[in-house]
């Protein structure tokens, strides 16, 4: 069913590709069909669009809508919604991040991440993200660029809860991780784990309470 409230069923609503080279400072809402970010861009208020990529720098005061995203530089938001978000800078949401599949591979700091299919943090940096909920699968690794470094407490993940059905955690410190399927790799300290099918932890980590929830 369309929905005439919902940019991307009327595209007409949508205006012409957006690309900032220099500085640009955006006080009205922004709706344009790309947003191309190679400068600095300052949007006070809200940005839809259906492609939203950011080589150099770029802040959103309000709400940002998109199809897919990718951060190479720097980007900070309020609230994002997109399909797909793909960072490989820095990337922050100082309050919700929802999508449907989320890869980073850099350094994120957001409030509370949601995403309907995965999420995929690989650690290039410290990173904290308050929640973190899922419905798929959530994989926490190091980075793929950095993994002969010799200083792993760098990159490190802190968070408060994670939720999802299938977990895999690596250098992660979680007050709460819960979830059907978990798996717990080195470099992990995780206060209590509560799982309904398997578990398994690395003898490098530690673990204070786990509870086999029997549905």
Not at 107 to 119: C, D, F, N, Q
Not at 173 to 197: F, M, Q
């Amino acid at each position: 069913m369309s929905n005439a409230n919902d940019p991307f069923e009327r595209h007409e609503m949508i205006g012409p590709p957006l690309k900032v080279r220099g500085s640009l400072i955006l006080k009205e809402d922004v709706r344009a069909d790309t947003v191309d970010v190679v400068g600095h861009l300052s949007a006070q208020n809200n940005v839809t669009t259906a492609k939203l990529k950011v080589s150099g720098d770029c802040s959103i005061g309000g709400h940002c809508r998109a199809e897919q995203v990718i951060n190479l530089g720097g980007l900070r938001v309020q609230h994002i919604q997109a399909d797909r978000l793909k960072s490989s800078g820095y990337f922050s949401a100082a309050q919700d991040a929802a999508v449907e599949t989320f890869y980073a591979e850099g350094a994120v700091k957001i409030h509370r991440l949601t995403a309907e299919s995965s999420i995929e943090l690989r650690l290039g940096n410290r990173s904290t993200i308050d929640v973190i909920k899922s419905s798929g699968t959530i994989t926490v690794k190091p980075s793929l660029k950095l993994m002969n470094a010799l200083i792993p407490y760098f990159r490190k993940l802190t968070c408060e809860t994670i939720e999802g059905t299938s977990i895999t955690l690596y250098l992660t410190t979680a007050d709460l991780v819960c979830g059907e399927d978990i798996i717990i790799g080195p470099g992990c300290s995780i206060g209590e784990i509560r799982y309904s099918k398997s578990l398994t932890v690395d003898p490098k980590s530690q673990v204070a309470r786990t509870v086999f929830l029997n549905k």
